[in-house]
């Protein structure tokens, strides 16, 4: 079963705007995961946020996690056509550590726009 | 440095069938975890290897088993195919206290 639902499920931007994706979950987490899909091949991880943890940073990547809503939001700024891709959310509900089975969500397909 | 190496990267079997999907995990990871995504949905977790064992199941019956070897490599098996098992079929690998997995390309498994 999926743990939550990524919001939009799909989203279309014109090439240097920034893309924001939300995802909520159910459960409680020891942490957070978002990954990017290129065409359903394989999943390439992004970045991981904690749940004791309310903003990352990464380059071009921002996340932010809200415990107590049980959602979290990816932002990237300035978006290129290689970010055309699906983006996943995942948590970690187990011992807490990183190699813990993820929980997947439905993923936001985005397209950037040339 | 070779990531995550899945084999085969297509298949086709008939219901009824037995398969085996193989799995190479990233050079220094010991930690080996398969998922089975269908189209249009997110992945979902069929279990995890750690030192030979499997340590979690997500909720798959008991026709998928697996196996881990000392090298770290890991096989997965599905019994009595079912067509809804048709989907790609991902392996995902990590090291203890790792911080995002490494995923294979997929196996993409087709049940006729």
């Known amino acids: 079963s999926q743990q939550g639902e990524e919001d939009p499920q799909a989203l279309s931007i014109q090439e240097g705007e920034n893309a924001t994706m939300n995802c909520s979950y159910k459960?409680?987490?020891?942490?957070l995961q978002w990954y990017r899909q290129n065409s359903g091949r394989g999943l390439v991880h992004l970045i991981l946020i904690r749940s004791n943890e309310r903003e990352k940073h990464s380059g071009r990547l921002r996340v932010t996690l809200d415990t107590s809503k049980k959602s979290s939001s990816l932002l990237i700024t300035a978006s290129r056509a290689a970010d055309t891709a699906s983006y996943f959310c995942a948590t970690a509900s187990y011992s807490g550590g990183g190699a813990d089975g993820l929980t997947f969500g439905k993923g936001t397909h985005l397209i950037i726009q040339p | 440095d070779a990531g995550v190496t899945q084999s085969p990267t297509h298949l086709i079997k008939t219901r009824g069938q037995q398969v085996t999907l193989r799995c190479s995990p990233k050079s220094g990871h010991d930690t080996v975890s398969w998922y089975q995504q269908a189209l249009g949905q997110g992945p979902q977790f069929i279990f995890q290897y750690y030192e030979e064992e499997e340590r979690q199941r997500g909720n798959f019956p008991d026709r998928f088993s697996g196996h881990q070897f000392p090298n770290y490599s890991s096989e997965l098996n599905v019994n009595a195919l079912l067509l809804g098992d048709s989907a790609l079929y991902l392996c995902?690998?990590?090291?203890?206290?790792?911080?995002?997995?490494?995923f294979g390309s997929g196996t993409r498994l087709t049940v006729v």
């Open positions: 995902a690998s990590i090291t203890r206290g790792g911080k995002g997995y490494t």
């Open positions: 459960t409680s987490i020891n942490n």
